[in-house]
């Protein structure tokens, strides 16, 4: 069986470099995009089978990359993984079409059951 691509999409090197440690190490095929414009043409040439999406970047933030990606792909599948907190925001990325949510920091399971449970749908 082919390996399954992600996309992660975050402003912080740091951040995108766990990621792609943790999933990579989990068998994943990784590509990491370090904005918002640079991640839907990335989108496109790549075509991964899951995106996992920050919300505040500069420049385009990641409820306007969930509507991109899917204006190219509907039926791209999208988590959002995110450290901010905000009321309602969480709502707002599920309603943009983002298939689950999760806070960082989180526990690596939570992220694999969350990966795992979108992958399958």
């Not at 995009?33 to 990335?42: D, L, N, R």
């Not at 996992?52 to 959002?80: E, T, Y």
């Not at 960082?104 to 399958?120: A, G, H, N, Q």
């Amino acid at each position: 069986m082919a390996k399954k691509k992600i996309l992660v999409i975050d402003d912080d090197k740091f951040i995108l470099q766990m990621f792609k440690d943790i999933l990579e190490a989990k068998g994943y095929d990784v590509v990491v995009s370090i904005g918002g414009k640079e991640a839907v043409e990335e989108y496109k040439n790549q075509k991964p089978d899951l995106v996992i999406v920050d919300i505040l970047m500069p420049g385009m933030d990641g409820i306007q990359v969930i509507k991109k990606i899917l204006k190219i792909d509907k039926k791209a599948k999208i988590i959002v993984a995110t450290a901010l907190t905000k009321l309602g925001l969480e709502k707002s990325c599920l309603r943009a079409g983002a298939k689950a949510f999760i806070m960082k920091p989180f526990e690596l399971t939570t992220l694999m059951s969350t990966i795992r449970d979108v992958l399958e749908k």
